[in-house]
Nanobody
């Protein structure tokens, strides 16, 4: 299983970016797909996650600014990031978990840099 993350880049404070996580098998085969991020010198943290039934989770620091959704046509999970702040600067990783077989998968990171 491969997860292809894309959409990172350099943006100014207050700007927006749209990250995409495209999977090599149906995104509905995973019980959850999420985005993590890791800033320099910090631990990797969960940013947002969408469950198979559509339930969503957001870290407190991104609530109201980030939206996670599925793009069924592209078999991808999207992270729309608005009102970006310098503290959002990090490498963002796509992650998926499956039950059958029990496994978790990571995509390569995509760098998001928010400049002030």
């Amino acid at each position: 299983v491969q997860l292809q993350a894309s959409g990172g880049g350099l943006v100014q404070v207050g700007g927006s970016l749209r990250l995409s996580c495209a999977a090599s098998r149906s995104i509905f085969s995973f019980n959850a797909v999420g985005w993590y991020r890791q800033a320099p010198g910090k631990q990797r943290e969960l940013v947002a996650r969408i469950g198979l039934g559509g339930s969503t989770y957001y870290a407190d620091g991104v609530k109201g600014r980030f939206t996670i959704s599925r793009d069924n046509a592209k078999n991808a999970v999207i992270l729309q990031m608005n009102s970006l702040k310098p503290e959002d600067t990090a490498v963002y990783y796509c992650h998926a978990t499956s039950v059958l077989p029990p496994a978790d998968y990571w995509g390569q990171g995509t760098l998001v840099t928010v400049s002030s």
